[in-house]
């Protein structure tokens, strides 16, 4: 796709991260937007900044996970701008907890939004999709859907499939108009950490080496503080989204968000049997850029103190 001026686009997960800013940049470059998501608050966040742009917007309070609110979108999609080009399947969340301590609910929860939302979403707007001289469908995985680690199991499950389901359909899709990616972002400074459901057991949250996170004091983090401690040290949800649509106009397939993804991929086919041995390893080439994240963060928040 060679521009984005004057298509339209759908995002979901559009009230923070990722899909904010998919929204704003694609505003910017002159794309009609309609986008969505659960949190009506923060929905409405992006869609007063999308008014600083002179296109035509629209928003959606919904539920993903719901089929009926996704045909409801697409429909009301259609009526209003008449066609559909891009179609940015971004809602996200997590749910870390041991396989044995996850209720069925929050395994269905998670699930239902990861990856049963991507199906229904691509189901009611490929059709449209397909009328077009050239259009493109976007589905995040991550690189929890290439590598895995303990205590994400309904993650990792729903990754996996939307890696598997989305890479199916780009065959599918090979000589039609519609262009398939599956996105695969590190870490990225959003909320999906803050807005997780955890399970807390006895000696509070467990880290990805099965042990309680920690602070370097040795006390016990809060949900709250690991959520805050994720969002600023990954990368900006801004800098992820303008590495996507790259991906998207240079018709990337595997669209790899971040160094830490891509080094994390390359430890998974090198030694597949071994990666997570390898992956302190990759944490600590990537440090230097973490620590400057941080550093931002702590500037930018002392800078909104002052004034």
């Known amino acids: 796709m060679k521009t984005?001026?004057?298509?339209?686009?759908?995002?979901?997960?559009?009230?923070?991260?990722?899909?904010?800013?998919?929204?704003?940049?694609?505003?910017?470059?002159?794309?009609?937007?309609a986008i969505c998501d659960v949190n009506k608050d923060t929905l409405k966040e992006t869609e007063d900044i999308l008014r600083n742009y002179n296109v035509p917007s629209s928003s959606f309070v919904l539920d993903v996970s719901d089929k009926q609110e996704i045909d409801f979108l697409a429909e009301k999609v259609i009526e209003k701008y008449g066609r559909v080009d891009l179609v940015f399947n971004n809602a996200g969340v997590a749910a870390p907890s041991s396989f044995v301590e996850m209720s069925e609910k929050d395994w269905n929860w998670c699930n239902d939004i990861n990856y049963n939302a991507v199906i229904?979403?691509?189901?009611?707007?490929?059709?449209?999709?397909?009328?077009?001289?050239?259009?493109?469908?976007?589905?995040?995985?991550?690189i929890y859907g290439i590598i895995t680690t303990p205590n994400n199991t309904v993650y990792h499950a729903s990754k996996f499939a939307v890696r598997g389901f989305t890479?199916?359909?780009?065959?599918?899709?090979?000589?039609?108009?519609?262009?398939?990616?599956?996105?695969?972002?590190?870490?990225?400074?959003?909320?999906i950490v803050s807005n997780a459901r955890f399970n807390e057991e006895g000696e509070g949250i467990l880290g990805i080496d099965g042990k309680p996170a920690k602070d370097r004091e040795g006390n016990l983090l809060t949900a709250s503080q690991i959520g805050e401690r994720f969002r600023e040290g990954g990368m900006d949800p801004d800098h992820a989204a303008k590495i996507i649509l790259k991906g998207v106009k240079k018709?990337?397939?595997?669209?790899?968000?971040?160094?830490?993804?891509?080094?994390?991929?390359?430890?998974?086919?090198i030694a597949p049997q071994h990666y997570l041995k390898i992956i302190p390893f990759i944490f600590f080439l990537t440090l230097p850029f973490y620590i400057k994240r941080i550093m931002r963060a702590n500037k930018a928040r002392k800078n909104l103190s002052a004034k």
């Open 4 to 33: 984005f001026e004057n298509k339209v686009a759908v995002i979901t997960g559009a009230g923070s991260g990722m899909g904010k800013y998919l929204a704003i940049n694609l505003a910017k470059a002159g794309s009609s937007v």
């Open 120 to 142: 229904n979403s691509s189901r009611a707007f490929l059709p449209h999709l397909l009328k077009n001289e050239e259009s493109a469908l976007i589905n995040t995985s991550s």
């Open 167 to 191: 890479e199916s359909l780009m065959k599918e899709m090979h000589d039609t108009p519609v262009q398939v990616h599956c996105v695969y972002p590190g870490h990225i400074g959003t909320n």
């Open 251 to 269: 018709d990337k397939k595997r669209i790899f968000v971040g160094l830490d993804a891509k080094l994390m991929e390359t430890a998974q086919r």
